[in-house]
């Protein structure tokens, strides 16, 4: 490659994604020079805002929690081209499905032993459990903690729900200290969920740690602004899209990242450190350079397929719905994983006396709903706004849009401890090349957001 025509940059990062675009904005802020090379015609990965009609759907994430406080410094640094969208207060209530109707999911041992959701000894086991032995299984799944400090219908009501929302995943296939981590540590490190979460509240914050609110976001306008904001940022020319057979190679202490552009324009960028922050599955092509056993344990990572439906109502009643949404256990034995309410979240959704809803339907449990036509999933949306939501069976649905993500969220399952140590020796192997995404570190925006930050205030 030494008589080749090369272009010159300091990072290189694979992929425009959230981590992608969070990672280039603040390694430019310390004045490296950054270039985003994309596969996709657009930037923002899985985020992807959509008008119809009147009505805002949201075809990846729909919210976040800003459970840490890079997510309000990058609205700050973002400000004004993007402003922070807290939800209602009503988001604070989340519906369980059981036996035919929603309940709120309880938030304090008042309501918890006053719910229809668990038995009476589940709720008399909560009194005992600041008392109850810690676990020694460091492998433990979250759902086999669940059911051992809470009982097994916390653990169908509430973890199970809870589990399928997040990862749209079994909880008895994920350990608790990676898909939970802070779960997990609650237990180990105060011996109690009950007795470290009071511990952690009264524990002395910062300014900066109140930035932290834990509360539910998203973008004025939906998350699309965040990701034009992030791109503005950045700027244009340092982004290159439509760029295929991406290839990796180390050199006398250099990267050389090779790529087709719009089909046919061969590009070479030399650059001393490269991120790449796409899916596990499509690193073997991305770095052919690496040990085949190591590129295994990373590129075997499973992946949730999940169907996400929009669904535009222009005259609902929207008191209704004064929620965040509504989780269906596994156990109910539903077509639908869940339901989120944005219009109730957020203003500028819906018209004025109008709801949108968005439904998920697949995961783990049901992969083969990604295959569904839509009629199929027309049908299933139109019994679940009937018998879930209550709409009358002839209510007009006034927007329709489905969004299929076949590879849409990676399962923290028992393989991780080993993808994780194949990720810390190829990086040690090969300095300057920084393997992110949500492989590791967490699924979550606030998770993406904070990983990029890190990376691309150190890199």
């Known amino acids: 490659m030494e008589n080749e025509d090369f272009r010159m940059r300091d990072v290189v990062v694979i ?10 904005f603040y390694a430019q802020k310390r004045g490296l020079n950054v270039e985003i090379v994309e596969q996709a015609d657009r930037i923002g990965g ?21 459970s840490c406080p890079e997510v309000a410094e990058l609205f700050n640094d973002l400000h004004p081209h993007c402003e922070l969208e807290l939800a209602r207060a ?25 719910t229809p959701l668990f038995t009476w000894s589940d709720k008399l086991r909560i009194i005992g459990e600041p008392w109850r032995r810690k676990g020694t299984d460091p492998d433990e799944s979250v759902g086999a903690l669940a059911a051992r400090r809470l009982g097994k219908s916390y653990l169908d009501y509430a973890v199970d729900p809870f589990v399928s929302g997040i990862y749209a995943g079994d909880p008895m296939m994920l350990p608790t200290r990676f898909a939970l981590p802070k779960l997990y540590h609650l237990e180990q490190d105060y011996g109690s969920f009950i007795r470290g979460a009071i511990a952690k509240a009264r524990e002395p914050k910062t300014e900066r740690d109140r930035l932290a609110t834990r509360k539910v976001f998203s973008a004025r306008g939906g998350l699309q602004h965040l990701i034009d904001a992030l791109g503005q940022a950045v700027g244009q020319k340092h982004v290159t899209c439509n760029a295929t057979n991406i290839k990796i190679a180390p050199e006398k202490g250099s990267f050389v990242v090779q790529l087709t552009v719009n089909g046919n324009q061969q590009q070479l960028i030399r650059c001393k450190r490269v991120i790449t922050t796409c899916g596990a599955y499509a690193l073997p092509a991305l770095l052919p350079f690496v040990d085949a056993a190591q590129m295994q344990a990373i590129s075997s990572l499973k992946y949730a397929p999940v169907v996400q439906i929009g669904v535009g109502i222009a005259h609902a009643d929207k008191a209704r719905h004064a929620a965040f949404g509504g989780l269906i256990p596994s156990r109910e034995h539903q077509n639908v994983l869940g339901i989120l309410f944005p219009s109730a979240c957020f203003a500028g959704r819906s018209p004025e006396n109008g709801a949108v809803f968005s439904f998920f339907l697949g995961g783990v449990h049901h992969p083969e709903y990604i295959r569904k036509s839509d009629d199929e999933l027309q049908s299933i949306i139109d019994q ?13 649905i006034d927007a329709f849009r489905i969004y299929r993500h076949p590879q849409a ?24 090349l920084i393997i992110a995404g949500n492989l590791r570190d967490g699924i979550g925006m606030a998770h993406r957001i904070k990983q990029g930050a890190s990376i691309g205030k150190t890199i």
């Open 409 to 432: 969220i990676p399962q923290y399952e028992w393989s991780t401890d080993a993808r994780l140590a194949a990720i810390d020796a190829i990086q040690r192997q090969f300095p300057g």
């Open 46 to 66: 899985q985020i992807c805002t959509h008008r119809v009609g009147n009505f805002i759907f949201e075809s990846g994430p729909n919210t976040g929690t800003v």
């Open 90 to 114: 009503s988001s604070k209530c989340r519906l369980v499905w059981k036996n035919g109707q929603f309940h709120p999911l309880p938030h304090g041992i008042a309501t918890a032993l006053t």
């Open 384 to 396: 679940a706004l009937h018998t879930m939501l209550k709409y009358p069976a002839d209510m007009p």
């Open 15 to 24: 992929g425009a994604g959230l981590t992608g675009l969070t990672a280039a």
